[in-house]
């Protein structure tokens, strides 16, 4: 079982840039999809972008599609959101989210908070 977790958060003007970490002691961490979701007060969770185990294959929302980056680095365990061009819709509590493939995702970590000033 993996357990994500988020770091990385903060406040950011629009316009600026802000990266995410996720993290997972799980040794077959490499094996599993990572996922980005986020979730904007009074809004559903949205999904955001997902990367498969190897890092070939990636989705975007297409809300997100050109400005936001995910990546991973299995050596080290972790999975990175780069944000960039932010707007302030773009506020939301973040979460990173593993699965056995992209677009099934299991295990879900705590979030962080990306908040997004006019």
């Known amino acids: 079982q993996v357990q994500p977790v988020e770091s990385g958060g903060g406040l950011v003007q629009a316009g600026g840039s802000l990266g995410l970490s996720c993290a997972a002691s799980?040794?077959?961490?490499?094996?599993?999809?990572m996922g980005w979701f986020r979730q904007a007060p009074g809004k559903e969770r949205e999904f955001v972008a997902g990367?498969?185990?190897?890092?070939?294959?990636?989705q975007y929302a297409d809300s997100v599609k050109g400005r936001f980056t995910i990546s991973r680095d299995n050596a080290k365990n972790t999975v990175y959101l780069q944000m960039n061009s932010l707007k302030p819709e773009d506020t939301a509590v973040y979460y990173c989210?593993?699965?056995?493939?992209?677009?099934?995702?299991?295990?879900w970590g705590q979030g962080t908070q990306v908040t997004v000033s006019s």
């Open positions: 990367i498969n185990w190897s890092g070939v294959s990636t």
């Open positions: 989210a593993a699965g056995v493939q992209l677009g099934v995702y299991q295990y």
């Open positions: 799980e040794r077959t961490f490499s094996t599993y999809a």
